[in-house]
């Protein structure tokens, strides 16, 4: 009997091993903010990199803690909760910020997979007002897809100073209110998505892999669709997933998803990417997976065939899969034919907080003390809001990426940062549903299943219909 | 004054099942009530704006039984889809467990081993639903090994979650993995609680295997069977978790994978719609009720009323 019990434990050991060991692999099938997630941890390895090879010249190299001198008023709670879905700012936080002293950070991690964080914090700040002041909700987290949703609410409250000129004023328009344009927080990043093609594929399609040079080829979607074909004709492939560009046009949408009367409308930019993405599949000029598929994460290795990607600067350093170890330095970005952003995490003041002015101080620090933001990108690879640092930091010749194979990316993405516009009438509280949603059906159509247009759309509209209820569909 | 004497042990069975029946009435019989109770308002949220609650009749049941433009009912198709998905699971897992649950009970074989087999059939039921399914996401995906598999052989790889049958039939494929191990035990136990002398007094009569599995085996093992049907048929329909890290929330391609439960789920996602999803748990709720009594029914039916007959007879 013995014998049996310990072969069977042995058995059902090694099964639970094999799932668990190919589960932990697996982080690509995840929704654009899900991925932030990942964002995180590998946040964490460059730091002991860092650690190790800072070496003390610049004392931004290793992370120490900036005190802002912010004395705690005397209304003020000794406890101030902060909500979030992962832990990357909390890192920032605990490694850069001198909290006051006597005061108790309490971080409330929910993670974003199925909407597990918004229906937290939504079920926290709903009970504001019954909680006692130590438990009230005083600052949280949002990201780019539904900070509409908080920002244009009651449940966020007006920040009582005007942050500094110089921050990219997309991030501010982000987090205004759209009902009477007050400002309820602001971001510590900017996210300007960028172009990343593989230079040694640039080399035999363009015939150059110069970063200025790929992006006078390549800064229209005419210029861009005729690169597609020859890339095709030489055995490539012009970009990852069908997704890749999307965020280039609806996040330079010009008109909204839902008219004033809450009724759904497809924005031009909408359609020109679908027009785009359906040629792209009939072609062959892309990959027909999703974003996050292992699919699109296997052409970042050795033998990878895509040309282009396209994100930011946490998508690059942290999300592109095998590349920084099999293909680093064969990577550069250039603006591409549209500047953009994709993602981004802002830091809202929550109504009913009794840290108002601790709250705004982590504000005013992680945007505009300069030591701080210093340590963010050098350590972190993180671009910062504040545009005068930022601009410092592109026009340092002596830094370079890695992964880029030592181009100065700041210098890219500052570029690209000046240009990028949010128009916060323009955004909806159900965006996350119209990026990822949306998108999502039309890719079912391009691989197959269902057969026509029209039904992808009908599709999507039963989907709107179970999420936003009260938005009138077409059908 | 002797009956004072007689102590009532009566008491004692009901004081000993009331913890269940108070922590039923807390978490169970309160919430199904107030599931109906809530199935005829007006309540989601847009936003962070809570709409309702509003007294609007049946206009929740309405809205679920209206056809789209092409004449289909959505829960139609996802019940559709649940039972499909059910079927081609449970079937196969049936037959399955049935004939393993023989061969490891049967007296002329006397398999060696048996405790083995018994651990690694159960096995796939200790991993977690979402878990199992993940790996099979990945072992079928376009670049996973089966396609790398079938490319180095010399086929084109082909994408196994871009079609409905296939995907479905891999969802059925990792339930029948994950039950039928249990089922086979059930039914192991169900055999070998049939009497004996039974199967001694056929063999001494010269039936066959056949004979012995289809006159004796089988109506005997019939109410495990019913038991097995229906619990499997309850768990059919609130499929929820594998089809879900298959199909996702979309129940991709084209709806096809998309359970009632995964519908009940969108429905309490981002808008908390609890009118609606009340009215579809009602609906759930009736079917589950119905289809458990058809089953009870067509295969209890011989099995329930010829003992009472007998018992008449004799």
């Known amino acids: 009997m013995m014998k049996k019990k310990i072969f069977a434990a042995v058995l059902a050991s090694a099964i639970l091993m094999s799932v668990a060991g190919c589960t932990q692999d697996n982080g690509g099938n995840n929704d654009d903010g899900n991925q932030l997630e990942t964002n995180g941890g590998a946040a964490d390895t460059t730091t002991s990199a860092a650690e190790s090879n800072g070496g003390g010249e610049v004392d931004n190299k290793t992370p120490h803690q900036v005190d802002t001198g912010y004395k705690l008023a005397d209304d003020e709670g000794k406890v101030i909760n902060i909500y979030c879905w992962n832990e990357d700012f909390k890192n920032y936080f605990e490694a850069y910020y001198k909290h006051p002293e006597g005061v108790d950070v309490n971080w409330v991690v929910n993670a974003n997979d199925g909407g597990v964080y918004q229906q937290k914090l939504d079920e926290a700040l709903f009970n504001q007002g019954d909680a006692s002041a130590d438990n009230k909700v005083d600052m949280f987290l949002a990201e780019a897809d539904y900070i509409k949703k908080y920002a244009s609410s009651d449940f966020t409250s007006a920040l009582s100073y005007t942050p500094s000129s110089d921050i990219y004023s997309y991030t501010l328009n982000a987090a205004t209110d759209v009902r009477n344009d007050q400002l309820k927080g602001l971001s510590f990043q900017a996210a300007p998505s960028v172009l990343i093609y593989r230079r040694s594929i640039a080399k035999d399609v363009l015939g150059t892999d110069d970063p200025n040079e790929v992006q006078k080829l390549l800064d229209s979607w005419d210029k861009f669709d005729a690169v597609a074909a020859d890339a095709k004709a030489k055995g490539y492939i012009m970009t990852g997933c069908v997704e890749e560009t999307l965020r280039c046009y609806t996040n330079n949408a010009t008109s909204s998803f839902l008219s004033d009367s809450n009724e759904f409308q497809v924005p031009a930019e909408f359609t020109a990417w679908l027009q785009q993405a359906k040629s792209y599949v009939d072609n062959g000029y892309t990959l027909t997976c999703k974003r996050w598929d292992d699919e699109k994460s296997v052409q970042m290795g050795t033998d990878g065939k895509v040309m282009c990607f396209f994100g930011p600067a946490w998508y690059y350093n942290f999300c592109m899969g095998t590349a920084k170890e099999q293909t680093n330095g064969d990577w550069a970005v250039c603006v591409g034919p549209q500047e953009h952003f994709w993602g981004g995490t802002w830091l809202l003041k929550a109504t009913g907080t009794d840290n108002a002015g601790l709250v705004e101080d982590i504000m005013k620090a992680f945007s505009e003390n300069t030591e701080i933001i210093a340590q963010l990108w050098e350590q972190k690879s993180e671009f910062s809001c504040n545009k005068p640092m930022m601009e410092k930091y592109a026009a340092d010749t002596s830094y370079g990426n890695d992964l880029l194979g030592g181009q100065n990316d700041a210098a890219i993405m500052a570029e690209c940062a000046k240009n990028i516009t949010w128009d916060p009438a323009l955004h909806t509280q159900y965006d996350q549903t119209f990026q990822e949603t949306l998108p999502g059906r039309m890719i079912e159509w391009f691989n197959g299943d269902p057969k026509t247009e029209e039904e992808a759309w009908s599709n999507f509209y039963k989907d709107l219909k179970t999420v936003a209820p009260d938005v009138v569909t077409p059908e | ?314």
């Open chain 2, 1 to 314: 004054m002797k009956k004072h004497k007689l102590v009532s042990y009566a008491k004692w069975g009901y004081i000993f099942i009331a913890p269940f029946f108070i922590v039923y009435i807390i978490f169970q019989l309160i919430p199904l009530l107030s599931t109906f109770y809530y199935s005829f308002f007006e309540n989601y949220r847009s936003g962070l704006n809570v709409i309702g609650p509003n007294f609007v009749g049946f206009d929740n049941y309405v809205t679920l039984f209206t056809p789209d433009k092409n004449g289909s009912i959505d829960i139609f198709t996802y019940f559709i889809n649940t039972i499909i998905m059910w079927l081609m699971g449970a079937v196969p897992q049936l037959v399955f467990s049935l004939l393993l649950a023989v061969i490891f009970t049967g007296e002329r074989l006397r398999i060696k081993g048996q405790g083995f087999f018994k651990t690694v059939i159960y096995m796939p039921n200790l991993i977690m639903a979402a878990a199992f399914a993940m790996l099979f996401f990945m072992l079928f995906s376009k670049v996973g090994p089966f396609n790398q598999f079938i490319m180095s052989s010399g086929g084109e790889a082909f994408d196994f979650f871009a079609n409905k049958w296939t995907t479905r039939g891999i969802i059925a494929m990792i339930n029948f993995l994950m039950w039928f191990g249990n089922t086979t035990i059930l039914l192991m136990a169900g055999i070998m609680g049939i009497d004996q002398s039974l199967f001694e007094a056929a063999s001494i009569d010269g039936a066959t295997s056949w004979q012995v599995f289809y006159k004796i085996t089988i109506p005997l093992l019939k109410p495990i069977m019913v038991y097995v049907a229906i619990t499997s048929l309850i768990g059919g329909l609130q499929m929820f978790d594998v089809p879900q890290v298959i199909g996702t929330y979309l129940g991709s391609p084209n709806r096809s994978t998309m359970t009632m439960i995964m519908y009940l789920n969108n429905y309490l996602g981002t808008s908390k719609n609890y009118g609606m999803a009340g009215a579809l748990s009602v609906i759930i709720f009736i079917i589950t009720g119905i289809l458990s009594v058809i089953v009870y029914k067509t295969m209890a039916n011989d099995s329930g009323k010829k003992p009472k007959k007998a018992k008449k007879g004799a």
